[in-house]
């Protein structure tokens, strides 16, 4: 737990630390934390996080003694006015980054599923920008990332559009098969018409 003005926890003061254990493995994205500060009227701090999908929650307090003096506060407040800008732009190469890691995660996944109902054309495609991406990341190249990210997204978008049209495309031809069967079942059940006369047999009598 931190406190200060700055853009990147490590600038700021650390006021204390505690661990949420005992989350499940699962994949990144998964996991739902519920974080709760609540300030009281004597300046304490009262911390918790929960996992929403195991009921598992720590918490701490922060007394006054651990807040910072009004001195410490304002020169904080001056500093960061005066790396605004400096933070600005690491909080955007740390947003770009985790944005493109989720990219390539989410990539390498979708290809996993569905590797088997994309043409090859959009395969290739879609591979390609992946193995862009990754060079960017390791490249720690924040301008290549944001262009990869574009262009992964672009073609994902189609290869997406490419899978959902070859499955109505199926779904149409085996309508249309359905159909003609049933047709030809009709035409072939047809019988002889013939002509036939009611007779009231009180008549004849």
Same mark, same amino acid.
């Given at each position: 737990?931190?406190?200060?003005?700055? /853009?990147?926890? *490590?600038? =700021?003061?650390?006021?204390?630390?505690?661990?949420? #254990?005992?989350?499940?493995? @699962?994949?990144? $994205?998964?996991?739902?934390?519920?974080?709760?500060?609540?300030?009281?009227?004597?300046?304490?701090?009262?911390?918790?996080?929960?996992?929403?999908?195991?009921?598992?929650?720590?918490?701490?307090?922060?007394?006054?003694?651990?807040?910072?003096?009004?001195?410490?506060?304002?020169?904080?407040?001056?500093?960061?006015?005066?790396?605004?800008?400096?933070?600005?732009?690491?909080?955007? /190469?740390?947003? *770009?980054? =985790?944005?493109?890691?989720?990219?390539?995660?989410? #990539?390498?996944?979708?290809? @996993?599923?569905? $590797?088997?109902?994309?043409?090859?054309?959009?395969?290739?495609?879609?591979?390609?920008?992946?193995?862009?991406?990754?060079?960017?990341?390791?490249?720690?190249?924040?301008?290549?990332?944001?262009?990869?990210?574009?262009?992964?997204?672009?073609?994902?978008?189609?290869?997406?559009?490419?899978?959902?049209?070859?499955?109505?495309?199926?779904?149409?031809?085996?309508?249309?098969?359905? /159909?003609?069967?049933?047709?030809?079942?009709?035409?072939?059940?047809?019988?002889?018409?013939?002509?036939?006369?009611?007779?009231?047999?009180?008549?004849?009598?």
């Amino acid at each position: 737990v931190y406190q200060g003005e700055r /853009e990147m926890a *490590v600038y =700021n003061k650390k006021l204390g630390t505690f661990e949420l #254990t005992g989350i499940l493995p @699962a994949p990144r $994205g998964v996991p739902q934390i519920e974080v709760t500060f609540d300030i009281d009227a004597n300046g304490i701090v009262h911390v918790s996080a929960k996992d929403l999908g195991t009921g598992k929650e720590q918490s701490m307090t922060i007394s006054g003694g651990s807040s910072l003096p009004k001195e410490d506060i304002e020169r904080m407040m001056r500093e960061a006015e005066e790396h605004a800008e400096e933070d600005r732009k690491r909080r955007e /190469e740390v947003d *770009v980054r =985790n944005a493109a890691e989720s990219a390539v995660y989410g #990539t390498e996944k979708f290809l @996993a599923e569905n $590797g088997d109902k994309l043409p090859q054309s959009n395969a290739d495609e879609v591979n390609g920008a992946l193995t862009e991406l990754k060079t960017a990341l390791d490249a720690n190249d924040v301008a290549g990332m944001k262009s990869a990210s574009e262009k992964l997204a672009q073609v994902s978008q189609a290869a997406g559009a490419a899978i959902y049209a070859a499955a109505q495309a199926a779904a149409s031809d085996a309508g249309s098969a359905g /159909e003609g069967a049933a047709s030809g079942g009709s035409t072939d059940g047809d019988d002889e018409v013939v002509d036939a006369e009611i007779v009231d047999e009180d008549e004849q009598k």
